[in-house]
């Protein structure tokens, strides 16, 4: 007698007989086929996602973003003319070759805004046109003529905006009250509100709310109308240590210095103040001397100021 025999098993039982063997054949290549077809369904699956990502890119951003695009070119519409940027808005299905609309090339979200419509007349702005832009990164608004807000839709309504990080509001008409709007954002690295009508110190009238601004890492708050009183203002942006870059540029004030007691911006490397002097005076070097608290200071612009013999002397 031989060693015992086992037959090998199948879904069906043993292979006791050549019907069984059939079955469990069967069975086997049923299983087979039913794969293939999952793998096949899969495949056809991934193909439509990836066509309807290729189309997304194609016609550009999302329709919800274009629609937006063209309310923008609506409300920033001017009797007194339009700038060509907007000319040819609405005309390309691809909202994202419009001339100052940037988009991800992953995503297809506008992540990058560029609004120069260089507005003759004062007007208001609704902020509310942007909240579409969820993964906006920058958005530029220089040179607009911008007044200010319309009331309850101001750009606080931003702060819902988490990858918002550059705004350029520069050489506008935005008074001190603009301050405390921006308190929200506290997702900014970067601020320019160079050539505005900022005026006293930024401690006035809700100023202080630049401290919310954890983030922040370029300040630019040139060509306004602050007065001296900006010392103590100063004195408290240095809570701002992410800072890197402080722009004070023709301010035109008489007396400047960093206060002896200020902790100092730890990372600050760059300083920009040109033109700062008025009525004949120079700047004084209490100011040359304040400036070496700046361990990383790398870039110091002081053109276009008066300076003496004295001070000159005093340096060396």
């Known amino acids: 007698m031989g060693p015992p025999y086992?037959?090998?098993?199948?879904?069906?039982?043993?292979?006791?007989?050549?019907?069984?063997?059939?079955?469990?054949?069967?069975?086997?290549?049923?299983?087979?086929?039913?794969?293939?077809?999952?793998?096949?369904?899969?495949?056809?699956?991934a193909v439509v996602i990836g066509m309807v990502n290729v189309m997304l890119l194609v016609e550009g951003c999302l329709e919800e973003e274009r629609i937006a695009l063209l309310q923008i070119k609506t409300s920033f519409y001017s009797p007194n003319g339009l700038s060509s940027q907007y000319y040819s808005w609405g005309k390309d299905?691809?909202?994202?070759?419009?001339?100052?609309?940037?988009?991800?090339?992953?995503?297809?979200?506008?992540?990058?805004?560029?609004?120069?419509?260089?507005?003759?007349?004062?007007?208001?702005?609704?902020?509310?046109?942007?909240?579409?832009?969820?993964?906006?990164?920058?958005?530029?608004?220089?040179?607009?003529?911008?007044?200010?807000?319309?009331?309850?839709?101001?750009?606080?309504?931003?702060?819902?905006?988490?990858?918002?990080?550059?705004?350029?509001?520069?050489?506008?008409?935005?008074?001190n009250s603009i301050l405390t709007s921006l308190s929200a954002l506290s997702s900014l690295k970067s601020l320019f509100l160079s050539g505005n009508r900022l005026k006293g110190s930024i401690n006035i009238e809700g100023g202080e709310a630049l401290l919310e601004l954890s983030n922040l890492e370029v300040l630019s708050l040139g060509e306004n109308r602050f007065n001296n009183s900006i010392l103590q203002s100063l004195k408290k942006l240095d809570a701002l240590i992410n800072l890197k870059s402080v722009v004070l540029d023709g301010n035109k004030i008489d007396k400047f210095m960093f206060a002896k007691d200020s902790r100092g911006f730890p990372n600050l490397s760059s300083l920009y103040l040109y033109n700062m002097t008025t009525n004949g005076r120079s700047i004084p070097f209490s100011l040359l001397q304040?400036?070496?608290?700046?361990?990383?200071?790398?870039?110091?612009?002081?053109?276009?100021?008066?300076?003496?013999?004295?001070?000159l002397a005093q340096g060396d």
């Open 6 to 45: 086992y037959e090998p098993a199948t879904r069906n039982g043993p292979l006791r007989s050549p019907i069984n063997a059939k079955r469990g054949y069967d069975y086997f290549q049923a299983e087979a086929v039913v794969v293939q077809m999952e793998i096949k369904r899969w495949s056809l699956v």
């Open 93 to 175: 299905a691809n909202c994202c070759n419009w001339e100052g609309v940037y988009c991800s090339v992953t995503t297809g979200r506008v992540v990058t805004l560029d609004l120069i419509i260089k507005r003759l007349e004062d007007w208001y702005l609704n902020a509310t046109l942007f909240l579409p832009f969820q993964e906006l990164n920058s958005l530029d608004l220089s040179g607009n003529n911008i007044l200010g807000c319309v009331q309850n839709e101001g750009f606080e309504i931003l702060s819902k905006l988490d990858n918002l990080e550059d705004l350029y509001l520069s050489s506008n008409k935005f008074n």
């Open 290 to 311: 304040s400036l070496a608290k700046f361990a990383n200071l790398r870039t110091l612009v002081l053109g276009w100021n008066h300076f003496d013999g004295t001070i």
